[in-house]
């Protein structure tokens, strides 16, 4: 079974800073995926940056990066020069292509992410 | 940017109605997710498809049935709504399995 664990509940920071939002996993497959999504208060989920198991490079999309981990099976979330409208819910999630049983996103709790003026 | 469609984006039922979730995008994508969500909470995935003609139960246990007659459309009813039925439920599809998912807007669900 897989498994996401997001420690941080919630988190305030300042405008311009970085901020670096944390995932740990846990799996028995050899191949899978790791994604994070941003959800704002109206609910829909937004897809922002994905990491393959495989992958030697850490993901890059604009501000957004991964900081993946594989030993330490850990993929934090950098958001670099936050701005007021990243404030949102933050979801990590991971993907197994091993094939059978169900093929969807497994999600950590969430960190709610409020950005101060 | 990614084109999937629910409605309706808001319901509120009383107790005892048969309720039907829409779903639908136009990306040709073979893979659909729904995903239930209670508020401030992770998702967990509801039903799933390969396919037309395809549906799974997923992780979490739901007495919503789903359908997929054609490619791009993937409802989810609810024959006999229930209070305990509230809830966010989110509709997603992807390429193949464990390819990007790409999420519609969400239905929020009240059953009063």
């Known amino acids: 079974a897989q498994k996401i664990t997001q420690t941080q509940p919630g988190m305030f920071v300042q405008e311009k800073e970085a901020v670096t939002l944390d995932c740990t996993y846990d799996t028995s497959d050899q191949s899978y995926g790791l994604f994070w999504y941003k959800q704002p208060s109206s609910g829909e989920m937004i897809f922002l940056i994905y990491?393959?198991?495989?992958?030697?490079q850490n993901a890059t999309e604009g501000r957004y990066s991964l900081n993946f981990q594989k030993a330490r099976k850990s993929a934090n979330l950098v958001i670099s020069a936050s701005q007021l409208g990243d404030s949102a819910m933050y979801f990590c999630a991971m993907s197994a292509y091993s094939g059978g049983g169900a093929d969807g996103l497994t999600f950590g709790k969430g960190t709610h992410l409020i950005i101060q003026p | 940017e990614a084109d999937i469609y629910q409605t309706p984006r808001y319901l509120v039922i009383g107790t005892g109605k048969k309720i039907t979730l829409e779903c639908s995008q136009t990306m040709g994508h073979d893979k659909m997710y729904w995903y239930q969500q209670d508020p401030g909470m992770e998702l967990h995935l509801i039903h799933y498809s390969y396919g037309v003609n395809s549906t799974e139960k997923g992780d979490l246990s739901s007495e919503s049935t789903v359908s997929r007659i054609r490619t791009e459309h993937f409802p989810l009813t609810l024959e006999s709504a229930r209070p305990s039925h509230t809830s966010q439920y989110l509709c997603?599809?992807?390429?193949?399995?464990?390819?990007?998912?790409?999420f519609g807007p969400g239905t929020r669900l009240t059953v009063l």
């Open positions: 997603a599809s992807s390429v193949k399995a464990g390819d990007t998912q790409y």
């Open positions: 990491q393959g198991s495989y992958d030697e």
